[in-house]
């Protein structure tokens, strides 16, 4: 049987974390130094066409050491967003915050090429409590983007690898008796971590991924009558591969309705290709991320203190009613038999704000909940047989769905 593995979660007292005025001055200054073989990549940096993207570029680049980066000074693009714009800023905490996240994607842009758009998704999930599926081929670095992003925040971690035979006490733990006390003793499984690596989710049957969740969803799992809480913040990040069908067991509605995201990271293009290779040739080894010398960059704290910062964004009544719109838009869709719950809706909404807190706004627009729309909802909707067998995609749909709801200006 497949052993999981995983490391416990942060004991109590751990030293206190720096001063705001100290980690300015830390996230400020120059990015650590590459290790031979990791250079530093622009290709990782962000960019405008991502969508899932916070800033564009490295907050506060230029600024002296000790200064807090401003907001991305752009031009509002409508009137709704300039309106909201005199209207709500964030605080300096803010942006104090939002470094230790942009440094984050700095140090993950070290080792994984070009895969920003996910991993721009696994920070909008940890900052809005939510969880990640990653599809796509083999050999795409799903699983390196994951161990990578666990090695620069400063947070527990386990990894399991789901197969057919592995049992739900292998995930939450069970009780084991003691000889010595004479009694039963819990003994805590992988899932009591920060970030759980969820391996080839699909490849275990649905007895055992329905061990999931609870933990998800309540952040708590149930042994013996007896509720245990999960450490917070709590975040499963699952894969799995879209083409192997073959001893695999599709992930039921309930379960996929618990994903924030389901993300799909698409083979790199030549230019990426090449660079990985580049990096191939001069050393790198992914299955030695010790040697890339990572740095740890977020602790458990400065997780909380940016989810409950995020959380604080504000959300005007006519972005709401545009959410709303494209909700119901997915439940009249003639292609589409189930459309979006309104936990979906909820769900967007969180994702939405944390977007638009990484970008450095005090408010969401309409472009945020656009943008976050298709990752939010594919998994959610199911096609009516009529449309699969026309080979009508979910994304489809819901690109249709969103250019046709009309978006408040």
């Not at 809480?229 to 073959?246: G, K």
């Not at 189930?338 to 970008?359: F, I």
């Amino acid at each position: 049987m497949t052993q999981p593995t995983h490391t416990e979660p942060p004991e109590s007292g751990r030293p206190q974390r720096e001063a705001p005025a100290e980690r300015r001055g830390r996230h400020a200054g120059p990015a650590a130094p590459a290790h031979p073989g990791y250079p530093a990549s622009p290709d990782n940096a962000g960019s405008p066409g991502n969508p899932l993207a916070g800033p564009a570029g490295p907050a506060g680049a230029g600024a002296p050491a000790g200064a807090v980066p401003p907001p991305p000074q752009h031009a509002p693009r409508s009137g709704l967003e300039a309106r909201l714009a005199g209207e709500h800023a964030l605080e300096l905490i803010d942006h104090d915050l939002r470094e230790g996240f942009d440094a984050v994607r700095r140090e993950v842009g070290r080792i994984v090429v070009g895969q920003t758009a996910a991993l721009d998704g696994l920070l909008i999930a940890l900052l809005c409590s939510g969880h990640v599926l990653i599809e796509g081929v083999p050999g795409v670095a799903k699983t390196l983007l994951v161990r990578t992003l666990s090695a620069a925040l400063d947070l527990a971690h386990s990894r399991i690898q789901f197969t057919p035979d592995l049992m739900p006490a292998d995930v939450t733990g069970s009780l084991v008796f003691d000889a010595a006390a004479g009694g039963f003793e819990f003994r805590a499984g992988p899932v009591f971590t920060h970030l759980l690596i969820a391996d080839e989710i699909n490849r275990t049957p649905p007895k055992t991924q329905s061990a999931l969740l609870e933990a998800m969803e309540e952040r708590r799992v149930s042994v013996d009558g007896e509720a245990r809480a999960l450490p917070d913040p709590f975040l499963v990040a699952a894969t799995q591969n879209p083409l192997e069908y073959e001893g695999t067991y599709p992930l039921p509605e309930a379960q996929l309705d618990r994903f924030l995201f389901k993300l799909v990271m698409d083979p790199p293009d030549r230019a990426g290709e090449l660079e990985i290779l580049r990096r191939h040739a001069a050393g790198f080894d992914a299955r030695e991320l010790e040697a890339a010398g990572l740095t740890r960059l977020l602790d458990a704290q400065a997780v909380r203190a940016a989810r409950a910062r995020a959380g604080r964004i504000h959300a005007a009544p006519e972005v709401l009613g545009y959410l709303v719109d494209l909700v119901q838009a997915t439940r009249a869709a003639p292609s589409l038999a189930l459309g979006v719950s309104p936990r979906g809706a909820t769900r967007l909404l969180g994702a939405a704000r944390a977007r638009a807190w990484l970008a450095g706004r005090a408010f969401i627009t309409p472009d945020d909940v656009k943008a976050l729309a298709p990752a939010t909802f594919r998994h959610r909707v199911i096609l009516r047989p009529e449309a699969q067998m026309d080979g009508i995609g979910a994304d489809q749909v819901i690109a249709a769905v969103i250019d046709s709801t009309p978006v408040p200006r």
